[in-house]
């Protein structure tokens, strides 16, 4: 059994910058593609940004490319989402998921069902 455990959620004003971590639990942590994904109240969840299990390669969404930077840590089993440039559309909660696909090295992360394992998440608030 994985757990997920999101932090560094918070209230933030539009320009500011946040970083949430999401440690893992087990021993196969290193052999996992991470993503985060997020949820916008009435809306459905998103893909935001993921990285592979090696660490070599991020992906991003249009929406946060150039604003967001997904890192591992995989000596603490940690996933960490810089975000800088906050905007009030980035309200939402946010979500760290494991890719259930071993060592893979694809193009095709965005896909919440590729996901096996989720954590609580962690809420984000921008104000303008």
């Known amino acids: 059994q994985v757990q997920l455990v999101e932090s560094g959620g918070g209230l933030v004003q539009a320009g500011g910058s946040l970083r949430l971590s999401c440690a893992a639990s087990g021993r196969t942590f290193n052999n996992y593609g991470m993503g985060w994904f997020r949820q916008a109240p009435g809306k459905e969840r998103e893909f935001v940004a993921a990285?592979?299990?090696?660490?070599?390669?991020?992906y991003y969404a249009d929406s946060v490319k150039g604003r967001f930077t997904i890192s591992r840590d995989n000596a603490r089993n940690t996933v960490y989402l810089q975000m800088d440039s906050l905007k009030p559309e980035d309200t939402a909660v946010y979500y760290c998921?494991?890719?259930?696909?071993?060592?893979?090295?694809?193009?095709?992360?965005?896909?919440?069902?590729?996901?096996?394992?989720w954590g609580q998440g962690t809420q984000v608030t921008v104000s303008s």
């Open positions: 990285i592979r299990w090696s660490g070599g390669m991020s």
């Open positions: 998921a494991r890719d259930g696909r071993l060592f893979y090295s694809g193009l095709q992360y965005g896909l919440a069902g590729e996901y096996d394992y």
